[in-house]
């Protein structure tokens, strides 16, 4: 049993590995391309080039213009595509597997809670925090907007992302610099703390959840009210109290669900249909 | 319908990853742009070229292509020195790597400087950002193409120009390659005169390449690129047949 559940997480970290290292090896085999000196195996490509927002801030000027705002490239907007279709199976898994964003910040995590241990992740008062949880969508329309009136990145100066990522490079803002320092030392304490206040695409596909097919949900009938899901969600969401979780927060990272934390197999799972169906079955 | 991590990992891995090879094998994944600058979508110059959408990505040779002006004019305009590397190969980025910050810091010459110059040289609208200068090359180079055509013009370019480079100032992201005698292996900064100069003959070379060899001289990694071929494939042709005449 115990193995059962560790495996989950293990296999989404063997996943999150995975895309961390693609992305900080792409990043590097470009900077060295630009100066001359080509990696074997690997084809390298600017950070905005393989960014899946970059597809979702240029599509204003790709249907207005036919062209793309400056760096962005036809691959981001395929990459964006391909993010859409996962969302719309599972909801957000590109920010709970993939996004090496997410990720980072989930690693130094463990290191917060080993420092604050059951008091990590609990420091933002429920109604500050109940508020900040929307400033995502303030930065997304931000972002939206002006870049289609300057057809410019003009989040990629504040983008902790992209200073994680070229931070070697000569070419990030300060503001990069400030806003990668500020999540690091406020991962410490939150869990994911710009996933949850400020990242702008982790807002748009946050809405994934409510047409997700695949859903997250709670069997209501064999859940013993634990509270298990609620402790193991990273986003703080209450598990415990919903049937389906549609919360706009949710990451799909599973560490909810009885393959996790949840003690009951079977009651909270990713799931097509309801599962007090299969209880009610059961029961006949 | 349950599923697990294994499902959503392998979902997951097989819809990004594998849509993304996908998209290599069908020709469709394009990391770096076209470079085509967006066009005028009205008025009198709809259907044109906008010099402000200029990248600084874009090398003399790409402006060649979009706009009437040669990559030479553009290299005179600038003072850049083509004995280092051909005009055509001299990127808009490589203006700020060369000139940066002038007037004490209150302007730059850069990829907007350009913008304007090829605004100016090809009767195009543009109105460029309050630091930006020239250097005073362009201003001769427009005059003696007779493309100024006003005194208000000519007066907003005397206000806002330095003096020109000195002959032989390169860009930090231009290196001079000096072939090494026993290193024989094809680097980004490899030229085909190198490769010519290990025993290759051009028409080896040409037949790898399939198009023809104008330059000698020229970077083999910048010219593959600019003839949209694949750098790491020709690379490895190229490598085996320099391997093979190894003394």
Redesign the interface.
């Known amino acids: 049993m115990k193995r059962k559940k560790t495996g989950t997480q293990r296999i989404r970290l063997a996943v999150q590995i995975l895309f961390f290292v693609v992305v900080a090896l792409v990043s590097v085999a470009h900077t060295l391309e630009e100066q001359g000196v080509t990696l074997p195996f690997v084809q390298g490509a600017s950070l905005h080039a393989i960014c899946p927002f970059g597809g979702v801030v240029t599509l204003y000027r790709l249907v207005t213009d036919g062209t793309y705002v400056q760096k962005i490239h036809e691959s981001a907007v395929w990459l964006m595509g391909l993010v859409f279709l996962s969302t719309l199976a599972f909801g957000p898994v590109f920010c709970g597997w993939v996004c090496p964003m997410g990720s980072f910040q989930e690693w130094l995590g463990k290191l917060g809670k080993k420092l604050f241990k059951r008091r990590y992740n609990t420091f933002v008062p429920p109604t500050v925090d109940r508020i900040l949880r929307y400033l995502r969508y303030v930065v997304l329309i931000w972002v939206v907007v002006m870049t289609a009136v300057t057809a410019k990145l003009v989040f990629s100066n504040y983008d902790p992302y992209y200073a994680l990522f070229n931070f070697y490079t000569g070419e990030v803002a300060i503001t990069g610099y400030v806003a990668l320092g500020l999540v690091m030392v406020l991962s410490l304490f939150v869990e994911r703390p710009f996933c949850k206040y400020a990242c702008p695409y982790g807002a748009l596909l946050g809405l994934g959840n409510l047409l997700r097919v695949f859903k997250l949900r709670r069997n209501t009938i064999t859940c013993i009210d634990c509270k298990a899901c609620d402790t193991a969600c990273p986003m703080n969401i209450t598990v415990s109290t919903a049937a389906v979780v549609n919360d706009h927060q949710c990451i799909s990272c599973l560490k909810c669900t009885s393959d996790s934390a949840c003690p009951i197999p079977s009651t909270v799972e990713f799931n097509t249909h309801r599962l007090e169906q299969d209880s009610q079955e059961v029961a006949k | 319908?349950?599923?697990?991590?294994?499902g959503?990992?392998i979902?997951?891995?097989a819809?990004?990853?594998g849509?993304?090879v996908l998209?290599m094998a069908l020709g469709?994944?394009?990391?770096?742009?076209e470079k085509?600058?967006?066009k005028f979508?009205s008025g009198e110059f709809a259907g044109i070229a906008n010099p402000a959408?200029i990248?600084g990505s874009y090398s003399f040779a790409d402006v060649e292509r979009n706009f009437a002006v040669t990559a030479d004019i553009l290299a005179a305009a600038f003072a850049l020195d083509v004995t280092v590397k051909p005009a055509r190969d001299y990127l808009a980025k490589d203006l700020e790597a060369l000139y940066g910050e002038v007037a004490d810091g209150a302007g730059e010459v850069g990829t907007d400087s350009l913008k304007w110059f090829v605004a100016l040289y090809t009767g195009l609208p543009f109105t460029p950002a309050e630091d930006t200068y020239v250097p005073r090359t362009v201003i001769e180079v427009l005059r003696d193409s007779g493309k100024i055509a006003d005194a208000d013009t000519l007066a907003r370019l005397e206000v806002r120009s330095i003096e020109p480079l000195a002959p032989g100032k390169v860009p930090e992201?231009v290196?001079t390659h000096v072939e090494s005698i026993t290193d024989r292996s094809i680097?980004?900064?490899t030229t085909y005169a190198d490769v010519i100069s290990w025993g290759v003959t051009q028409q080896e070379i040409e037949a790898i390449l399939g198009v023809p060899l104008k330059s000698r001289t020229e970077n083999i990694?910048s010219h593959l690129l600019a003839n949209n071929l694949e750098?790491?494939v020709i690379?490895a042709k190229l490598q085996a047949l320099v391997d093979s005449l190894a003394p």
């Open positions: 319908m349950k599923i697990g991590a294994k959503i990992a979902s997951v891995v819809t990004i990853l849509g993304v998209l469709s994944w394009k990391t770096v742009s085509v600058p967006m979508s959408d990248r992201t290196v680097k980004g900064n990694r750098f790491s690379k």
